[in-house]
């Protein structure tokens, strides 16, 4: 679907007042304050702005703006399909790791950080597997063995390359699941039990010593209830706290924040009080895959202002709040928006009904949204005593 082309750039005052320029910046790339991309403001920071990369549109000639983009706005990436099981090892023993290799090339010639995203995971596995343990050719003796060599391989293939892995991805149920009380769900959990977990984060540092290690989750931006049973973010705190007690190698949780504007979501107070729980663990925080999605309705397709106004600025506020609350905590590494273009962005093809779409920060004409500029404003006016540079992460043994 094309929309008109209603977005236009926010006008926000980015006057740098002297004092920002003496701001830390990462090693190797000091802060330019005539610099006003997501990238160089994160770097006040110490913190890593970054995106999920659709590698057809990098590779893509004729969309060339793609391309340009990734490479200056944001200085870490995530391989958004290509580091998947399914096209890593589509066919059993024989790896495809050449767009995983354009990536991490693409960002060592950009001065980014790379995300590997992701080793474990119940979705878009290879059929060979799936259909295998179906029939039961595949047992689940040899499905471990299967998943303990695919995480040796491909960390091995990635060593010293990936600054964050996310190791497990999405193990955990949500409260309208059935059954309602929350439980370890999915294709890994059935026959392998919860075991795997720990087991994966063991093979993966012993695959990569250095790379830090994450468990990502999405419904985990606040604490709800506090009842295990029912409030996921406390379910995947207790379960960190439980890894880290037994000496399993975690360094951090992953937060994906995808939100929506059709629901009440969370206040800044809220979100940094998750973070700062988890990091009283000794774990590392980041934000993994934000987007914020809004319903398609008449209104907004015809492009009336009346419908689309309070979409982007209900969106705006949404992304405002999670990267503020990843700048009040020092542990928070990383802020990662799950595509920047609505021209290449998974959510019109994932939620159909109804249709549900602008939830990046740029539109389909790669002009950015009031989003865009109200995530620089927060990189820019946002400092002591609140926001303060960020604490390295050193890999769990």
Excluded at 115 to 120: E, P, S
Excluded at 126 to 137: E, Q, R
Excluded at 183 to 188: A, E, I, P
Excluded at 219 to 224: L, S, T
Aim: contains cysteine.
């Amino acid at each position: 679907m094309k929309l008109r082309r209603w977005v236009a750039t926010a006008a926000v005052a980015v006057a740098t007042v002297a004092t920002l320029n003496s701001l830390p910046a990462s090693a190797g790339h000091p802060y330019d304050p005539t610099d006003q991309s997501l990238r160089n403001l994160g770097l006040r920071h110490n913190l890593y702005v970054g995106t999920a990369v659709d590698m057809d549109a990098l590779a893509d000639p004729d969309d060339p703006q793609y391309r340009q983009i990734v490479g200056d706005e944001f200085s870490t990436v995530t391989a958004e399909n290509v580091m998947k099981w399914e096209s890593l090892e589509p066919t059993r023993g024989t790896y495809n790791w050449g767009p995983a290799d354009e990536l991490v090339s693409f960002a060592r010639q950009h001065g980014q950080r790379v995300r590997g995203h992701v080793l474990v995971w119940h979705n878009q596995l290879p059929g060979w597997l799936t259909s295998g343990v179906a029939d039961g050719s595949i047992s689940n003796d040899e499905l471990r063995d299967l998943l303990h060599k695919h995480i040796t391989d491909v960390v091995r293939h990635f060593r010293g390359k990936i600054w964050q892995w996310d190791v497990v991805n999405e193990a955990v149920s949500d409260p309208w699941d059935n059954p309602p009380t929350l439980h370890y769900k999915g294709f890994w959990a059935e026959h392998l039990g919860s075991g795997y977990i720990a087991d994966a984060f063991r093979w993966a540092r012993a695959a990569d010593p250095q790379a830090l290690l994450f468990y990502n989750d999405y419904n985990i931006e606040a604490f709800g209830s506090g009842d295990p049973a029912n409030d996921k973010t406390r379910f995947v705190y207790d379960m960190a706290k439980d890894l880290r007690s037994r000496g399993v190698p975690i360094d951090g949780v992953g937060s994906q924040g995808h939100l929506g504007t059709q629901y009440g979501n969370y206040d800044t107070l809220q979100v940094a009080a998750a973070l700062k729980k988890f990091t009283s663990l000794g774990l590392a925080t980041a934000f993994t895959e934000v987007d914020v999605r809004s319903q398609m309705t008449d209104g907004v397709q015809a492009g009336e202002s009346a419908e689309i106004n309070p979409r982007l600025q209900a969106s705006a506020a949404n992304f405002s709040i999670l990267l503020q609350a990843c700048l009040s905590e020092r542990h928070c590494l990383s802020f990662t928006v799950w595509g920047f273009t609505d021209k290449h962005s998974w959510v019109p093809g994932t939620f159909d009904n109804p249709p549900e779409g602008l939830a990046t920060i740029y539109d389909e004409n790669y002009q950015p949204k009031r989003a865009y500029n109200v995530m620089r404003a927060d990189l820019i006016y946002a400092g002591p005593p609140y926001v303060l540079p960020r604490v390295a992460q050193r890999p769990h043994r």
